[in-house]
C-alpha cells in the first residue's frame, strides 16, 4: 500500500506565493519521478512539473520560469514551490508517484499513484 500526502495549497492574491509537498510513505521499491498535474474547472487535467529518480526537472509551458521542483530523498518527499502566482494558476493541484514496486513473486511492477488533491485559489 502507497500513500501520498499533500499539503500546502489555500488562497493567495496575485503575484504570491505558495508550496504545495507532496510525501510519499508505503511499500515502494523505488520512486521513478514524481508528478503535479492541476485541474482546473471545466477544463482537462494537465502536468505541470517533473521530477526524476536523478533530480531532472521538466515543466509546463504555462508554469516555466515562476515554478520550480524540487526533492527530498531521504523523506520521499517533493515540494512545488509556486511564485508570481497568476489567476489562471487556480485549480485543483495533484500529486502523482510513478514508483516500482516488487511483487509478492519478488517480480517488480510499476505502479502510479495519485494524491487527494489540494485547492490552490489566486485571487485578490
Known amino acids: 500500500q502507497v500513500q501520498l500526502a499533500e499539503s500546502g495549497g489555500g488562497l493567495v492574491q496575485p503575484g504570491g506565493s505558495l508550496r504545495l509537498s507532496c510525501a510519499a510513505s508505503g511499500r515502494f521499491f523505488r520512486i521513478n519521478a514524481m508528478n503535479w498535474y492541476r485541474q482546473a474547472p471545466g477544463k482537462q487535467r494537465e502536468l505541470v512539473a517533473t521530477?526524476?529518480?536523478?533530480?531532472?526537472?521538466t515543466y509546463g509551458d504555462s508554469v516555466k520560469g515562476r515554478f520550480t521542483l524540487s526533492r527530498d530523498n531521504a523523506k520521499n518527499t517533493a515540494y512545488l514551490q509556486m511564485n508570481s502566482l497568476k489567476p489562471e494558476d487556480t485549480a485543483v493541484y495533484y500529486c502523482?508517484?510513478?514508483?516500482?514496486?516488487?511483487?509478492?513473486?519478488?517480480?517488480?511492477?510499476?505502479?502510479?499513484?495519485w494524491g487527494q488533491g489540494t485547492q490552490v485559489t489566486v485571487s485578490s
Open positions: 521530477i526524476t529518480s536523478g533530480g531532472s526537472t
Open positions: 502523482n508517484l510513478d514508483c516500482t514496486v516488487l511483487g509478492g513473486d519478488g517480480i517488480p511492477r510499476g505502479y502510479d499513484y
